[in-house]
C-alpha cells in the first residue's frame, strides 16, 4: 500500500538577493572586524522572529503588499549596508599593526560595498492555510488559550529556507548571506513576515531594531505612495523615532583596555573568572558522553594539535554532555501571563525576599539592616519558572547543582553605556545555581530565587564586564569555551522584553501582530520571554522542554499560583 504524504502548506513563489537602494560608491569597500564577543556567538543558531498578522484592508492587495516591502527592505539597507555584505573568518594577513591582540582564529569580519556582496535573501511565498488554523487569535491567548502548544507552529516554513554565512557549520560562509527574510501571504489574506541573521551580526535588540526601521520605511510607502523615499523620515513630521544605527564593534572592544602587555594582567583576569559564567570546553574531547558531532564542528577555529601542544589554554571544565540527551523529544508550549498575575507574582517575591534566611547578599542585608533590593516583574516570573521546570524534571532527589543560564545584554553594562542603536551582538550568559534538592523544596520561596537572580545579574558591574571582555581577548579561540548548556539541570534565558516585538507595524494601519514568534532552536531547556508592549504589561512565554516533563509542568497546580 502506498502511504498518504501530505503536501507542504506553503509554496516559495521568488527568491532573490536584494540590495541597499543607494549603491556604494565605486572604490570605497569596507572591511569591519566584529567584536571579541561578537565572536564568541559565531556557533549560536541565528537570531530569528516571525510576525504574524490578521487580513486588512492594505494585506488584501497581494501584489503591493510584496513590492512595498520589498523596496522599503531595500532602503532600510541604505541605513544598515553591512547586512547585505559577506560574513567570513580573519585571515592571518589581516592583522592589524599594532594590534594588542594580534590573533585571528575565530575572528569573524564583514566586508562589504563591492560587486562581490551576497545581499540580503528575499523569499516571498505562499501558505495554503487560513491565519486561524495556523496560531490562535491575541484573544484567545489571553483568556482560553493561555497556554498553547505550539510544537507544530510551521517556523520552518515561515523563515527563509536560504542557508546564512555560518548557520549549518563554521566552514560555510562563502557567497552565503548574513541576512535574510521573507514574506509569507495566507490564504485568508493574512501575512507573515520572518527575519533571521547570522547572530555574530545581531541579537535580539539589534534584530529588532532593524525590523522596527524596515515596518518605518514600509508605513512612509503604504501612506504617502512609490515616490516617498527614506528622505521623508527627516521633514514633515516623519521624524524617525528609531536611534540611529551605529555599526562600530571597535566601540565595545575598546572597554577591554587592552593595552598589549606580553602577560596578561592576573587581577583583572581573576575578577572576569570569579563571575558566574560557565566555561565548558568544547575541544576537551575527554569528556564523558562527548559527541563525535562536536569535534568536527570545532575543527575550523581549533589550532593544529602541534600547535595545541605548545599552548597554554585557559581554565575549563567539561561540559555534562551525560545530563542532555539529545534524542528526547521536545514539547514546545506558549505560556500567557497576564499584567495582574505578574503584578502578584512580583509582590509576592519582594514581600519573600525581606523574610530572614535565603542566600547569601539576603542574609547579609537582613545583618545590616538594609532593605531587600526591587525585585522586577521579570525577575519574578523567572525565579517563578526555574521552581517549575524543575519540579517537572524530577531533581528534587538530587544535590547536584542546576543552572538557569541567563542571556544578559552590555550595551549598558559598559562605562559610558553604548548607544541605543549600537548593532552588534554584544551578550554573554551568567548563571544562578542551586541543589535540585533546594529548588524544588517547598520551603524555597519565588522571592529567595528571584533575589539570586537580582544578585547575579548585579555582579556584572561596568568594571567587570571590562575584565570580562580583557581576558576573553586572551583566548586562542572566542568559539573554544561555552557560556551554558542543555538538557535536565540547565534551562537557558534569554529576554526580549522592551524590544517592541508586539509594536511592529508594516502597513500604517496601527494593526498589532496576532503572534510573534522569536525563534529559538526546538531543544530541552530553551526559555523566551515576550512582553506584550508598552502600557500592557502581559508576558508570553516560550518554553522548549523534554516531552514528559512539560506534561507535568503544565498539571504543577503552581503554575497559576497567581492567577484570581
Avoid at 575572528?107 to 560587486?115: F, H, K, M
Avoid at 533546594?438 to 530565587?449: L, M, P
Wanted: a negative charge; hydrophobic letters at 40%.
Amino acid at each position: 500500500m502506498t502511504a498518504k504524504h501530505t503536501p507542504p502548506a506553503s509554496r516559495v513563489i521568488s527568491c532573490q538577493r536584494i540590495f541597499p537602494a543607494t549603491p556604494a560608491p565605486a572604490g570605497t569597500p569596507k572591511v569591519t572586524r566584529l567584536s571579541i564577543v561578537d565572536s564568541t556567538v559565531v556557533r549560536f543558531t541565528p537570531c530569528a522572529a516571525i510576525w504574524l498578522y490578521e487580513p486588512s484592508e492594505a494585506s488584501q492587495n497581494g501584489a503591493l503588499l510584496l513590492d512595498n516591502l520589498e523596496l522599503s527592505l531595500r532602503r532600510t539597507l541604505d541605513s544598515y549596508p553591512h547586512f547585505a555584505g559577506q560574513v567570513r573568518w580573519v585571515t592571518k594577513d589581516e592583522t592589524r599593526p599594532g594590534d594588542a591582540k594580534p590573533r585571528h582564529l575565530g575572528r569573524p569580519i564583514v566586508s562589504y560595498g563591492t560587486d562581490d556582496d551576497p545581499g540580503v535573501g528575499l523569499v516571498l511565498a505562499e501558505y495554503d492555510r487560513n491565519l486561524d488554523n495556523v496560531v490562535p487569535t491575541s484573544e484567545e491567548r489571553s483568556t482560553t488559550r493561555k497556554v498553547w502548544v505550539a510544537t507544530d507552529f510551521p517556523q520552518d516554513e515561515l523563515l527563509p529556507g536560504c542557508d546564512l554565512a555560518f548557520e549549518s557549520g563554521m566552514a560555510r560562509f562563502e557567497g552565503l548571506p548574513a541576512l535574510a527574510a521573507q514574506v509569507t501571504r495566507f490564504r485568508c489574506g493574512g501575512f507573515a513576515v520572518g527575519v533571521k541573521a547570522t547572530h555574530c551580526l545581531a541579537d535580539a535588540a539589534c534584530l529588532l531594531q532593524f525590523v522596527h526601521s524596515w515596518a518605518e520605511r514600509s508605513r512612509l510607502l503604504f501612506g504617502e505612495g512609490q515616490t516617498t523615499t527614506t528622505t521623508t523620515l527627516q521633514s514633515q513630521g516623519g521624524r524617525s523615532s528609531r536611534p540611529e544605527p551605529l555599526f562600530d564593534p571597535e566601540l565595545l572592544d575598546r572597554h577591554a583596555g587592552l593595552a598589549g602587555e606580553t602577560e596578561p594582567d592576573a587581577a583583572r583576569v581573576a575578577q572576569a573568572r570569579s563571575l558566574p559564567m560557565h566555561r565548558h570546553d568544547w575541544w576537551a574531547t575527554d569528556a564523558p558522553g562527548y559527541p563525535a558531532w562536536a569535534a568536527a564542528s570545532t575543527s575550523l577555529t581549533k589550532p593544529g594539535d602541534d600547535e595545541l601542544r605548545g599552548l597554554r589554554l585557559s581554565p575549563s571544565t567539561h561540559p555534562p554532555w551525560p545530563t542532555w540527551d539529545a534524542s528526547a523529544p521536545v514539547e514546545h508550549v506558549q505560556i500567557w501571563f497576564g499584567a495582574d498575575e505578574v503584578a502578584r507574582m512580583k509582590a509576592a517575591a519582594q514581600a519573600q525576599a525581606s523574610l530572614p534566611g535565603g542566600p547569601a547578599q539576603q542574609q547579609q542585608q537582613q545583618q545590616q539592616k538594609q532593605p531587600a533590593p526591587p525585585i522586577s516583574r521579570l525577575d519574578a516570573l523567572l525565579a517563578q519558572l526555574w521552581i517549575l521546570i524543575n519540579r517537572a524534571r524530577r531533581v528534587g532527589n538530587t544535590e547536584e547543582p542546576v543552572y538557569m543560564d541567563i542571556t544578559l545584554g552590555l550595551r549598558s553594562r559598559v562605562d559610558p553605556p553604548l548607544p541605543d542603536g549600537f548593532l552588534g551582538s554584544p551578550i554573554l550568559l551568567g548563571y544562578v545555581e542551586r541543589p535540585g534538592s533546594e529548588i524544588c523544596s517547598d520551603a524555597t520561596t519565588i522571592g529567595a530565587v528571584a533575589l539570586s537572580i537580582r544578585e547575579m545579574m548585579s555582579l556584572f558591574t561596568p568594571g567587570a564586564v571590562a575584565s570580562y571582555l580583557y581576558d576573553a581577548a586572551q583566548e586562542i579561540s572566542p568559539q573554544r569555551l561555552w557560556q551554558a548548556f542543555l538538557g535536565e539541570r540547565h534551562t537557558i534565558v534569554t529576554s526580549w522584553t522592551r524590544t517592541g516585538a508586539y509594536e511592529v507595524d508594516f502597513l500604517g494601519s496601527g494593526l498589532r501582530p496576532r503572534y510573534v514568534q522569536g525563534k529559538m532552536p526546538r531543544m530541552d531547556g530553551i526559555l523566551q520571554v515576550m512582553d506584550l508592549g508598552e502600557g500592557n504589561g502581559d508576558f508570553d512565554v516560550s518554553l522548549c522542554l523534554e516531552r514528559e516533563a512539560t506534561g507535568r509542568l503544565l498539571a504543577d497546580e503552581i503554575l497559576r499560583a497567581y492567577e484570581r
